[in-house]
């Protein structure tokens, strides 16, 4: 059996820094490769190897899987919900042919696992706002969504046509005190933090009562690798799966905030994201991943606020 070698793309990124650090404690140091286009995090520095790599250029990538002995690709590299409508070709492009790209690759090469990240932006106004189910109607009104829709079913595609195992998670917000946002509709989440503690108030992009799934980064990360790790045999969902942690809105954060800054204020400026919000579940019904694999979150809001003043710098 061969070792696991595992190439992430996309390491700098906010999901990135902290997937890379979490697989090179179960898997070494010198067996998960980091890779971007951007400078290596400072956060990744010194904790296993790094290398500078354009997903869209497929033949580097695939010198780089082979001349590395790669057996698992997690790919994280895309342009987000909010990023992308500024410029839809750009986010269609890269977020298709880069998951293309490593998919035609896996396919030869014949790697052990490939992990690609879907999004809740799959969900449009159309779908259910309350426990939106796994199976649903699905209508993104987003350039993100769409191109996270077409992939989900390109990965089905390639498990079931050439037999890569591929896996998904829908991930809904997420929450981080160690890396940025990527330009998403929910990264006010993260943004109320650093301006609670720094200045004491926060002018939300959302309006008070949008209320979104979100989840904290422990429990994102989590989910992902023991998704990963799960026997195959256990994966029913072979285009992506709902995973929950929690649903709140700006008011409702505000005022968990200020049980720790009690004179912490927040204004509401919705801006063009909001439309974008207003399209998404408010809640997921991730049923599918509890019976399949056994997904539980163990953050909810208290908890996670608690941690995130903790560990803010």
């Not at 809740?120 to 829709?149: D, H, M, R, W």
């Not at 989910?223 to 700006?250: C, D, H, Q, W």
């Not at 005022?255 to 400026?269: D, K, T």
């Amino acid at each position: 059996m061969r070792k696991d070698r595992i190439l992430v793309i996309g390491a700098s990124g906010q999901i990135g820094v902290e997937l890379t650090l979490a697989l090179r404690k179960i898997y070494g140091g010198a067996n998960v490769v980091a890779s971007d286009l951007r400078e290596e995090n400072d956060l990744l520095r010194g904790t296993g190897p790094y290398v500078s790599l354009d997903v869209m250029n497929k033949e580097m990538l695939h010198v780089q899987i082979i001349r590395q002995n790669i057996t698992q690709v997690y790919l994280l590299a895309a342009i987000l919900s909010a990023t992308g409508e500024k410029n839809p070709p750009l986010a269609w492009n890269l977020n298709m042919q880069s998951l293309l790209n490593v998919l035609d690759i896996a396919k030869e090469e014949k790697l052990d696992k490939v992990y690609w990240p879907s999004s809740i932006a799959v969900f449009g106004p159309t779908s259910p706002k309350l426990n939106c189910p796994q199976q649903t109607i699905i209508e993104p009104t987003t350039v993100y969504g769409i191109s996270k829709y077409a992939g989900e079913f390109w990965c089905n595609y390639f498990h079931h046509r050439y037999a890569v195992d591929v896996r998904s998670l829908r991930y809904p917000g997420l929450i981080s005190y160690k890396s940025s946002p990527g330009g998403g509709t929910t990264d006010y989440a993260v943004e109320i933090f650093h301006a609670a503690k720094e200045k004491g108030r926060y002018k939300s992009f959302l309006g008070a009562e949008t209320r979104l799934p979100m989840m904290y980064m422990p429990d994102a990360i989590r989910a992902t690798i023991e998704l990963m790790e799960a026997p195959a045999s256990k994966i029913k969902v072979r285009t992506s799966y709902n995973v929950a942690g929690m649903s709140f809105s700006p008011a409702e954060i505000a005022a968990e905030i200020g049980e720790h800054i009690p004179n912490f204020e927040i204004a509401y400026a919705p801006d063009y994201r909001q439309q974008i919000a207003n399209s998404w579940p408010q809640s997921i019904d991730d049923t599918s991943a509890r019976t399949d694999w056994g997904w539980i979150p163990e953050y909810d809001l208290s908890r996670m606020t608690s941690d995130m003043f903790l560990n803010l710098p």
